[in-house]
């Protein structure tokens, strides 16, 4: 009798590689002064990692689901989950570091090269110094201005528009590299924007994988100059977060065809998110 089930049982606890999904969470600035809907406070962020381990998932690191994505590493674990943080606010040095060191969760921070060292909101080059020699961090590009480039591309002459968008891939990437000691292949696109040529010029200037802001969990099948991440807001606390990830796996499991956040500017997708939190409360 128990081998009879047993091939049931498998069937129903595992998923297979290719229906497997897992959120990749995106943090921007963490601080008790808020500064617009995506600061989470302290409080609340370590209350959303307990959360997340109280609940049964795994906090890996990135780049072991980018080791699976593109082929070079197992499957994470089912209920696995990915934080990342993007821009290089110092609140994530000053605030959000102890909190992740606390409880030993791992970190991928995508920069915006121009603002390192420049302004009291980004980190320093010597704090990113510090960051990359710490195991529970990778660093990562998110361009070198942080520009719209849809803004840009409506702005440009053509040519002067694809010399642009190799300036701001390539350049942070190699600002990056010069400073640390890892090659830098991942990139967060600003403001989730991303197209097709966009895509090319980040595969073109070295780039083995990207990032975009779309609110659903991460399949072998999405695109892998465009893996969708979900935004965190500062309200998606307890049962709200696990609401956030439930809507982000209901996402993953409808077709390509059904996304419907792709190219949506990143205030809307708050909203857009604000307003998913009210159906499914
Ligand atoms: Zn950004």
Redesign the pocket.
Known sequence: MLRLLLPLALTICCLSAADLSVPILCYHRIREAPIGATTVTPENFRNQLMTLTANGYRIIPLSDLVAWRLGTGAAPAEHSVVITF??GHASFYDNAKPILDSLHVPVTMFL?TSCISHGTYCVGWDQVASLERDPLVDLES?TVD?PNFSRQQRRLASASYDHYVDGELAQSKSALEAKLSHPVEML?W??GIYTPGLLESAAKDGYEIGFSVECRSAKLADPKMAMPRCMVLNTDTGDNLLHLLKLADAEAAKSSTEHKWRLMPRANQVLVSKAAHELLR
């Open positions: 993007d821009d915006v998110h942080h967060a600003p403001y």
